[in-house]
């Protein structure tokens, strides 16, 4: 799989030299830009063909709530939508029950925090 950077990323902080975020891909529109052109010994383009096969993609479930967790099957990765804080915990909770992970929450540290949270409005 090609990586994709725009043509003077390792010229510029603002562009992405030592800032991975700040590393995209931007589509060269000069007159003159070699990249645009597709010259041999300059970096690829975006163009089509480059897409991996539906074998190689990862199948992600967006759950929203308890019964989308239940829904997810083997090959399957879990991703929590945009869903209230109660809602959210719950589902973690549940999760971790039936030793599920989720892409973009790191369970432990989710539920310590919270917990913590709890505490400090119990004791006031």
């Given amino acids: 799989m090609a990586v994709f950077l725009r043509r003077t990323w390792s010229r510029y902080s603002k562009l992405g030299k030592k800032r991975k975020k700040k590393q ?3 589509k060269p529109k000069g007159r003159d830009n070699k990249m645009r052109e597709k010259r041999r010994g300059w970096p690829s383009v975006v163009s089509i063909g480059y897409k991996k ?3 190689e993609k990862k199948n992600f479930k967006i759950i929203r709530n308890l019964k989308d967790l239940t829904d997810i099957g083997k090959n399957e990765i879990a991703i929590i939508g945009s869903i209230g804080k109660r809602k959210k915990i719950e589902v973690v909770k549940k999760a971790k029950e039936i030793k599920i992970s989720i892409q973009n929450i790191n369970i432990e540290k989710f ?3 919270f917990q913590k ?3 400090k409005n ?3």
């Fill in 24 to 26: 995209v891909w931007r």
């Fill in 53 to 55: 096969g539906k074998s």
């Fill in 111 to 113: 539920l310590k925090k």
């Fill in 117 to 119: 949270e709890e505490n």
């Fill in 122 to 124: 119990e004791s006031k």
